[in-house]
């Protein structure tokens, strides 16, 4: 066991007064067999999700084809998850490969504030999806018009603003309060209902605001993801077209498919009581929207979509043109 790094003021009560410098990441496995095949598997995991996301960010920048509100939001949704898998998973490569998982006090409060900052951005962005969909298949001919620019950035950017604000208050909360001396943090990064464990003074108003506000995010947005594909459904089966029908249904399936993975895993996560919660599971449920998700997003909306695939072929075409 490493000796927790902490420093106490002599002649006062140590308990209350031990000023953390640094916290121990438990990790994601006990086993020093199981390391380096994990660091093979999240370091090939994560190169994938990196190039994949900002290969997406790039693409949808500067191809002229791809400058619609639908790849307006698919861009900040690479930006999200490559913001809240960057948070992570570099730190918890090193920690694979490191003797001691350790990470300064400081960083720890600034990787949990980015974590909560983007995965919140995530939930929102994924119903700003879902809304532009509904007027594309249900008002066609009013898109452009309601799916303004305007529009656009204001669906960015409120829940930009408000996952900002959120997240800056449960961090303060966190690390205003105090801790008992212990750092050991049992995960493999530093997540609010991990780091609630060791602090000595009541947790109750931080639990209550954390699954007040969990609660209310995960569920008004999946709200607007079930109103907008309720509404959807209802007008993909009265079109007459069976080829419509299938292009429609082939881009919300793809969509729904990564929203149940991501909403099923959270609210595993969060709303649930402290005391039914296994951290072992709960490293599981992680790793899925941590690494995986951030993964899979290109592939599932970008990759499978003709002309995505469209404008990777001309840029192909034009980096092997002859010179002139």
């Not at 072929?313 to 092997?320: D, G, V, Y």
């Amino acid at each position: 066991m490493v000796v927790p790094t902490a420093i106490s003021l002599n002649g006062l009560d140590e308990q209350n007064l031990t000023v953390l410098t640094e916290f121990i990441l438990m990790g994601i496995t006990d086993h020093p067999e199981l390391q380096a095949p994990f660091f093979g598997l999240f370091l090939i995991i994560y190169t994938v999700s990196v190039v994949g996301n900002l290969g997406m960010i790039i693409l949808t920048k500067v191809d002229s084809r791809l400058q619609t509100p639908m790849y307006f939001f698919l861009r900040h949704l690479a930006f999200i998850d490559l913001g809240y898998s960057s948070a992570v998973a570099p730190k918890m490569l090193v920690n694979l490969v490191a003797d001691q998982n350790t990470i300064p006090y400081n960083w720890c409060a600034a990787q949990l504030a980015f974590f909560i900052l983007f995965i919140i951005s995530e939930l929102f962005i994924l119903s700003a999806m879902a809304y532009d969909r509904y007027v594309a298949i249900c008002n066609p001919l009013l898109y452009t018009t309601v799916m303004s620019q305007r529009v656009c950035w204001g669906l960015i950017t409120i829940p930009y603003v408000y996952s900002a604000c959120l997240s800056l208050i449960i961090t303060i909360k966190i690390f205003m309060a105090s801790f008992c001396g212990h750092n050991v943090i049992r995960h493999f990064y530093c997540d609010s209902l991990p780091l609630l464990t060791l602090l000595c003074s009541s947790t109750r108003d931080i639990e209550l605001i954390i699954l007040i506000f969990s609660a209310f995010n995960l569920i008004s947005s999946l709200l607007i993801v079930l109103v907008s594909y309720i509404l959807i459904l209802m007008a993909i089966l009265s079109m007459n077209s069976a080829e419509g029908r299938h292009k429609a249904f082939s881009t919300c399936g793809s969509h729904l498919t990564v929203v149940v993975v991501l909403y099923v895993t959270l609210f595993f996560m969060y709303v649930q009581p402290k005391s039914s919660h296994s951290f072992d599971t709960d490293k599981i449920a992680s790793i899925f929207y941590t690494l995986i998700i951030p993964m899979l997003n290109p592939m599932i909306y970008s990759l499978r979509n003709k002309e995505v695939k469209g404008a990777l072929h001309r840029i192909w075409k034009n980096l092997h043109k002859p010179p002139m």
